[in-house]
């Protein structure tokens, strides 16, 4: 497969539209702009509802971050799920022990 490729003899056209990014100072500014305006920059927050579930899950289960995040049916991000595991496992001072994976239903 490797000979396949290496034997062409041909250049590559150049794309028919036209590539390129967008200025950083013009992306900032457009930002700058946004949060002057008071518009609200990046993720959407998570219902508390959802935060909970996932804090309970986390402090109670040795379920990973993916398995917690099937477990909610991805209604977050493995990222978000990831920092709120985090912080809530750093904050179990409870001393119980967690339930294994196959314990859990």
Excluded at 22 to 32: E, N
Excluded at 37 to 59: D, N
Excluded at 82 to 102: D, F, K, L, M, W
Aim: avoid cysteine; aromatic fraction near 4%; hydrophobic fraction near 35%.
């Amino acid at each position: 497969m490797a000979g396949f490729y290496s034997a062409r003899g041909k250049t590559i056209p150049p794309l028919p539209w036209p590539v390129f990014a967008l200025p950083l100072s013009r992306v900032t500014a457009g930002m700058k702009a946004a949060a002057a305006r008071g518009k609200h920059l990046g993720r959407p927050r998570l219902s508390s509802r959802l935060v909970e579930e996932i804090e309970t899950l986390a402090t109670s289960t040795v379920l990973s971050i993916r398995k917690i995040q099937e477990a909610v049916d991805g209604r977050a991000s493995r990222g978000r799920i990831g920092e709120i595991v985090r912080q809530a496992r750093s904050h179990n001072q409870s001393g119980t022990r967690p339930i294994a994976p196959e314990d859990h239903p």
